[in-house]
């Protein structure tokens, strides 16, 4: 399949501040595609050069098949690009405010009605057409945001972290939203800090840090060339889990431990004996699967959450 998106040694700097050093992935099309890293890592420097609203210094872009730097106007007719802020005339209502969004991208008359209808009930506020946007959720504001973009019907779509601080029943909306449009045949490229985010949604993923793409790849090779597996125990409350020799302590993990290790199946054999001799109370004793966290931990020496 075609790619929809090509990046080579992508650099950018903010005066002297280096944002992107080497950042190079591409997205196949109809694929959508994962960017996860910390605060302060790239993301949306990359995806505003992508959209073509900000200049780099080195290496090459192609979006759909075109080079950025020569046919920049015409990408830009292409995709949608759904910033981090959202930018809605509060004062207006969602009627309104797609109506002057989708002019802005050239889509006018009946065409626009009709097309507004459909992002509407695409982001699940068809009956709030007629609402002031102040009215609105954060949540809301977002998927108006992310209608705004779609008005258009690019076939590439940049999300700027589209989930963070909305309720749960709008991320839902912009997950089955993210689904429909990929069924449709459209690319998305997503950004998040939220691992499961990009277990649930993407095919692949490349994760970012200071500016430097540190792993790439569908999401199972990421997990199986960098992740750790683990075996998790939860116990009775107030009971402690038994210490293994030869193995590292274990984590404290939502209501119970997690232990990684290399040989989960010893390490899930050593406990089930432990625990018995002990008379322990096992709730749950189980091999967990490498997950993101543990990927980002091994890479970087920090967890997602905390960096
Ligand atoms: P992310 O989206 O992953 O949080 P950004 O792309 O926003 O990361 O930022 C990457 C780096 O560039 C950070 O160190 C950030 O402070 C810096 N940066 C971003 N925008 C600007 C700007 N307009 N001026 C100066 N530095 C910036």
């Given at each position: 399949m075609k790619p929809a998106i090509e990046i080579h040694g992508l650099g950018k700097s903010y005066g002297s501040k280096m944002a992107l050093k080497d950042i190079s992935f591409t997205v196949r099309e109809g694929s959508c595609f994962g960017l996860l890293g910390p605060n302060g890592a790239g993301k949306s420097t990359t995806m505003k050069i992508l959209a073509g609203l900000l200049e780099f210094d080195a290496g090459g872009v192609k979006v759909l098949g075109e080079d950025i730097r020569r046919s920049g106007d015409r990408i830009k007719a292409k995709l949608g690009y759904v910033p981090q802020s959202i930018t809605l005339y509060e004062k207006l209502n969602s009627l309104d405010n797609l109506t002057y969004f989708g002019e802005m991208y050239g889509v006018r008359g009946g065409e626009l009605k009709k097309r507004i209808r459909e992002v509407l009930e695409q982001v699940g506020l068809a009956d709030r057409a007629k609402d002031p946007i102040a009215s609105f959720s954060g949540g809301m504001k977002r998927r108006i945001n992310i209608a705004a973009a779609l008005l258009h019907k690019p076939k590439l779509i940049i999300m700027d972290e589209p989930t963070v601080g909305i309720d749960p029943q709008s991320r839902n909306h912009i997950f089955e939203m993210i689904r429909s449009l990929k069924r449709e045949g459209v690319t998305v490229l997503y950004s998040t800090h939220y691992m499961e985010e990009v277990e649930a949604l993407c095919d692949?993923?490349?994760?970012?840090?200071?500016?430097?793409?540190?792993?790439?790849?569908?999401?199972n090779e990421v997990l199986d060339r960098f992740g750790s597996q683990a075996v998790y125990l939860e116990l009775a409350e107030g009971e402690r889990p038994p210490a293994l020799p030869g193995f590292d302590e274990p984590a404290a993990q939502g209501r119970g431990w997690l232990l990684e290790t290399a040989a989960p199946l010893d390490a899930l054999a050593c406990w089930a004996s432990a625990c018995k001799e002990r008379s322990l109370n096992v709730k749950r004793l189980e091999v967990v699967r490498p997950s993101l966290e543990t990927v980002f931990l091994a890479l970087t020496g920090t967890t997602l959450r905390d960096s």
């Open positions: 692949r993923l490349a994760i970012i840090d200071h500016g430097s793409v540190i792993a790439q790849g569908e999401l």
